[in-house]
């Protein structure tokens, strides 16, 4: 069975860093563009960055454009997302996803674009 682990949320101070990993098991994503989404308390579930199949085409949300990186490792089947100068306001759970089509070539924003989930990893970014 397909699933998505996302890890290494946690508490960090603003103005700090943390890396967030998304492994994949039981099925190989590199033929999709993954995606990666938050959801703040009270909020619906918002689009923070993507990465297409082949690794060399990535889109983000004007909010984190410039402090966020997402990158991946197809032989590993893993994605990444680097987040620098966090703010209180990124606190979110923080979610990987991948498309529910192979090799698209426009990268998706959109929850509905995406069927795989991952249970989520929470980042909390104090003041």
């Known amino acids: 069975q397909a699933q998505l682990v996302e890890s290494g949320g946690g508490l960090v101070q603003a103005g700090g860093s943390l890396r967030l990993s998304c492994a994949a098991s039981?099925?190989?994503?590199?033929?999709?563009?993954m995606g990666w989404f938050r959801q703040a308390p009270g909020k619906e579930r918002e689009f923070v960055a993507a990465?297409?199949?082949?690794?060399?085409?990535?889109y983000y949300a004007d909010s984190v454009k410039g402090r966020f990186t997402a990158s991946r490792d197809n032989a590993k089947n893993t994605v990444y997302l680097q987040m620098n100068s966090l703010k209180p306001e990124d606190t979110a759970v923080y979610y990987c996803a991948a498309d529910r089509r192979p090799y698209r070539l426009v990268v998706v924003t959109t929850p509905p674009d995406y069927d795989y989930w991952g249970q989520g990893t929470q980042v909390t970014v104090s003041s």
């Open positions: 039981g099925r190989t994503f590199s033929s999709y563009t």
């Open positions: 990465i297409n199949w082949r690794g060399d085409s990535t």
